[in-house]
């Protein structure tokens, strides 16, 4: 809960305390949960190599005791990670494998999060044309689990891949409503996601001053809370949308991004900088 609020460093305390506890009461299944989560804080910090390795050490112990579901998640978790680290093939890879392993299962609820999980990479991939339909259950899912802020995620991955492939129009509706959705709840994530696309269809609407300020807004918070990915997504969005008007810094400020992702394992954010400093 500390960590959806944004206290990710409360968050990260209390998880480590937890561990603690649970390897005392030599409680295993509980102890793979907490490592789980503690790699999920660490990442929302921007700490991807401690990430890694507490999924790691996680699915070390759900093999040692059979514990298939945990299984999933770590999964899961994983290949966020790898994605960020610009692995995309591999993190698709290991997203298949945790949506297979979850439909085997019958974990319906969360096979919607490995299957919004693929679309995603898809995007990365440049596979726009096929992100709708691989995010479509997802959607179908959080709706019938009326689960507002997993939808809000869904539409907004959506949105983007409308938006790349030139779809302007139904971008616009898409994140008009993923926004919408994303208010429904407090959790900041689904909020940021939002928002972050938001601001790109507004940019391609020609109101790049206002996206700009929204994303610089977006940033502001970012830091507050301690999101290191939103404000590197912020960053890039401003650095394209400002490149793109040949605007003084904006090269600067986008080699500048790269060079601190690439620094901290973010390196599909460093690539996407990269090109956009260099145009292409």
């Not at 609020?5 to 480590?16: E, I, N, S, T, V």
């Not at 490592?35 to 890694?52: F, I």
């Not at 429904?184 to 996601?193: E, H, K, N």
Request: hydrophobic share 40%; glycine share 8%; net charge neutral.
């Amino acid at each position: 809960m500390l960590d959806s609020l944004g206290d990710l460093k409360g968050a990260r305390m209390k998880q480590a305390e937890a561990l603690q506890a649970f390897r005392d009461a030599h409680d295993r299944r509980g102890e793979a949960s907490t490592l789980n989560n503690l790699g999920n804080v660490m990442a929302e910090l921007g700490d991807l190599r401690g990430a890694k390795e507490r999924y790691e050490q996680s699915m070390t112990v759900q093999e040692q005791i059979g514990y298939q579901r945990g299984r999933g998640f770590s999964l899961q978790a994983l290949a966020d990670v790898l994605r960020e680290q610009d692995q995309l093939d591999e993190a698709r890879k290991t997203a298949e494998e945790g949506a297979a392993l979850r439909k085997e299962l019958g974990d319906q609820n969360n096979l919607a999060a490995s299957q919004l999980q693929i679309a995603q990479i898809a995007l990365d991939q440049g596979q726009y044309a096929s992100v709708e339909e691989l995010a479509r259950p997802a959607v179908e899912t959080y709706q019938k689990i009326k689960s507002a802020q997993g939808e809000a995620i869904a539409q907004a991955t959506i949105a983007l891949a409308q938006l790349q492939a030139g779809k302007l129009a139904d971008a616009a509706t898409t994140a008009d409503r993923a926004t919408k959705l994303a208010e429904q709840g407090s959790d900041r994530p689904p909020r940021f996601v939002a928002a972050l696309v938001a601001a790109r269809v507004q940019a391609a609407n020609g109101q790049t001053q206002e996206a700009v300020r929204a994303l610089q807004l977006l940033i502001a918070e970012a830091s507050r809370y301690g999101y290191l990915w939103v404000e590197y997504e912020a960053r890039l969005a401003i650095g394209e949308i400002e490149g793109k008007q040949n605007r003084d810094g904006s090269r600067a400020q986008l080699k500048l991004l790269a060079k601190e992702a690439k620094e901290k394992g973010y390196l599909r954010i460093a690539r996407l900088a990269q090109a956009a400093e260099s145009g292409t």
